[in-house]
């Protein structure tokens, strides 16, 4: 049977029109082809074949593109699939789509996408990221909807999806309906919804390029109570800025009544893809061929020095843990930072490489290497910072260590060589391989004195075992995420509020990436910095313990002279260092919400008390410094050190002296004179005070003062207060 579902050119009418034949081939098992005379639209025919899978999404196969020299176009079912195929339904919307079919324009993926859409097909379930928040107040669901709708009519990247094939195209379609999903409170847990989208994953390759789910809300519901909001997307259509963007519009649409106004939004991901197209890779070559990581940069994986235990490790690939740094600590390393030329983020870098540096063994100056993500907003195109796109790249940063340079000289190496690769931001990591030296293919984990004889951590293999394709492998061990976004919805707050809601800051749940770490740091509403490192699940791969060291160096870093200390100081430092506050264990947490914080560990054999200074003068008292839960005992060793007066110095230790059964550790010192703290640990000096007054002594003075006040100062005051306390009261 054979169907020609145009007629020949007529004078008058366009004779470029296309004329499809279709063989059914002989009953009853025939072997159907169609046959496209003219030109066959590449746009045409992905938007034909996306209209047939929504009719028919029981449809088995789709047909290949035959071509043959001076013959027609042909498709043809790949050989053992089903004939059960609707080809007339195919052949109708290549010759003449009907009124209101759903088209779709087509553009030329990034290289970028190209290289994250490989690695998800090769490893399944990566590069889907989750934003989830809280929504207090009342929740009205059919605005809620339309406000999503609007949104994905305004942003062309929503409507976006990949064509099949092993070179897809970007398919930009007309009409999509947003996919919002609403579940009632109590249909099911908080957690087990997270597990659940996480299991369900994300297909790019069919829009929206988002989706939205909701935990509550709806008619019945009490104001008072809060609902929870999913927001899942896929790194190969959207990055974090992108979703952040996207949400602020939601809910300027939702304060319009569910409508924004105006059209399309310009540029848009077409408008991005032209503006790669102009760029000259002349330059972009030159400078990644010069100032990529060397193949002698080792990318070590920094691990645990001992095996994760088995009730550690969950069914789900990745493992996720988080710290919290408190706002004021926050807000003293920045300023610390600018002090010395540098941004958080170039300190964490910092720190970051030597953290690697001491995995890797080495004992003398050494190149280590780790991925940046950048936002890729840096470039030329106007209105880039307000464009939802796949812009942030990861990109190697290779920094030598030496430890007996100081870490201003490494902050500075760190800050330049970021600044350089700006203006190259935009190009992909398989790029940047093909113009590098050639380095090693893999990034197995360096092994060091204290992991010599350990099992290599999981790379960057799927759970079939089969390698990721070249452009997607990633070069380096661990990545690292600090993330800026646009402004939050303060300025829109009060609008919300006169509508009876009240909205939390978008926390994101972390993607697997095609790096065994990855590290993002972000501020929480309250001024925190939140580390939050997802990794791969093995027996060897845990970031809890390296978590736990980043956080104690950047507890450090705003107390230290960076044009004095050296990185080998910082090295000792993290040999001595105990655990940071808030950390947790692996697998502790349940999805989708924050670890619990874990106590900082105590050796038993040390006792409370720990001497930190002569007195330098007969009788002259002791000042007693109460340790803080959280700060690092080198803070006290440098406050013992800057301290002038004739007292002696000690520190006690808060959590042994809790369960000290013995004599009271302070009996032997002499006359207590201070006991200082700083802000959260003012109960346990009071206590200890009381105590002394207790027993019939002459109760200390108490000195409380806040974690980033300077040491120099903080001394000064103990000084003074000893003085007077030594004189009779």
């Known amino acids: 049977m054979t169907a020609n579902h145009t007629s020949p050119p007529q004078p008058g009418r366009d004779a470029t029109a296309t004329t499809v034949v279709l063989d059914l081939g002989p009953a009853p098992h025939g072997h159907p082809t169609l046959e496209v005379h003219g030109p066959l639209d590449g746009d045409r025919l992905e938007a034909a074949l996306d209209q047939v899978a929504v ?5 088995l196969a789709w047909p290949n593109v035959v071509d043959r020299d001076g013959a027609p176009h042909t498709l043809r079912l790949p050989a053992g699939a089903p004939a059960a195929f609707p080809w007339g339904l195919l052949a109708d919307l290549l010759t003449h789509p009907a009124p209101g079919t ?114 509550g809300g709806g008619a019945g519901r009490g104001a008072d109570t809060p609902s929870r909001v999913l927001l899942t997307y896929h790194h190969a259509l959207l990055d974090d800025w992108s979703a952040r963007l996207l949400v602020r519009e939601f809910y300027r649409a939702y304060l319009a009544g569910g409508r924004l106004p105006g059209g399309e939004r310009r540029p848009d991901i077409r408008d991005y893809v032209r503006w790669l197209h102009r760029q000259d890779l002349g330059p972009a070559r030159d400078y990644w061929s010069h100032s990529a990581p060397r193949a002698d940069a080792v990318s070590p994986v920094p691990l645990t020095d001992a095996p994760v235990p088995p009730a550690a490790v969950p069914g789900s690939a990745t493992g996720r843990t988080e710290v919290r740094l408190d706002a004021a600590l926050a807000e003293r390393l920045t300023a610390w930072a600018a002090h010395w030329g540098s941004t958080e983020s170039g300190v964490l ?195 809890t313990e390296v978590l736990n060291d980043s956080a104690s160096l950047l507890t450090e870093m705003p107390y230290l002279p960076a044009d004095s200390t050296t990185v080998a100081e910082l090295l000792r430092m993290l040999s001595t260092a105990p655990a940071a506050p808030g950390s947790a ?27 930190l200074r002569p007195a330098t003068a007969p009788d002259a008292g002791t000042v007693c410094l109460v340790q803080t839960p959280g700060l690092p005992r080198t803070r006290y060793e440098r406050l013992a050190e800057a301290y002038q007066g004739p007292e002696s110095v000690v ?35 009071c206590e200890r005070a009381r105590r002394a007054a207790a027993n019939g002594e002459r109760p200390p003075l108490v000195v409380l003062t806040g974690a980033t006040t300077d040491d120099t100062a903080f001394t000064r005051i103990l000084e003074s207060v000893a003085a007077r306390a030594g004189r009779p009261r």
């Open 55 to 59: 009719h028919h999404p029981d449809t």
């Open 102 to 215: 759903r088209t779709a324009r087509s553009v030329p993926p990034t290289a970028l996408q190209r290289e994250l859409l490989a690695d998800a097909d090769a490893h399944p379930g990566r590069h889907v990221e989750r934003l989830t928040w809280a929504w207090h107040g009342r929740l009205d669901l059919d605005r809620f909807r339309a406000s999503w709708q609007s949104v994905v009519d305004r942003e062309s990247v929503l409507r976006a999806a990949f064509g099949d094939g092993p070179d897809p195209l970007l398919l930009l379609h007309d009409d999509v309906n947003a996919e919002v999903l609403w579940l009632p409170e109590g249909t099911v847990g908080w957690p087990d919804l997270v597990e659940h989208d996480l299991g369900r994953g994300l297909d790019p390759r069919l829009p929206p390029a988002l989706r939205v789910t909701v935990l």
């Open 585 to 611: 264990e692996p697998g502790s947490a349940e999805p989708g919400s924050a670890p619990p914080p874990a106590a900082a560990p105590v050796t038993p054999a040390e006792p409370p008390l720990v001497p």
């Open 349 to 543: 870098q910092a720190l970051w490489a030597v953290l690697l540096y001491r995995a890797s063994g080495a004992q003398g100056p050494a190149r280590v290497r780790f991925g940046v993500a950048v936002s890729g907003r840096g470039i030329t195109l106007e209105g880039a910072e307000r464009l939802p796109a796949p812009l942030r790249v990861p990109l190697p940063l290779s920094v030598e260590v030496d430890p007996h340079s100081t870490v201003a000289t490494l902050l500075a190496d760190v800050r330049d060589r970021v600044l350089d690769m700006a203006a190259y931001e935009w190009v992909s990591p398989g790029q940047v391989r093909d113009w590098s030296t050639p380095a090693p293919a893999t990034s197995a984990p360096v092994p060091s004195a204290a992991t010599a004889n350990r099992a290599p951590a999981q790379g960057t293999r799927g759970g079939s075992g089969s390698p990721a394709p070249a452009s997607s492998a990633p070069q380096d061990g661990s990545l690292l995420v600090f993330e800026g976004g646009p402004r939050p919805v303060d300025d829109l707050a009060a609008e919300l509020a006169a509508e009876g809601v009240r909205v939390g800051r978008p926390e994101p749940l972390g993607a697997r990436t095609a790096f065994p770490v990855t590290l993002v740091t972000r501020h929480d509403d309250d001024g925190g910095l939140v580390l939050t490192a997802t990794h791969d699940h093995s027996p060897y791969a845990d970031a």
């Open 651 to 685: 520190l006690l230790r808060t959590a042994a002296d809790a369960g000290h059964t013995a004599r009271d550790p302070l009996r032997d010192t002499g006359p207590l004179l201070v006991l200082a703290a700083f802000s959260g640990g003012g109960t346990a000096a």
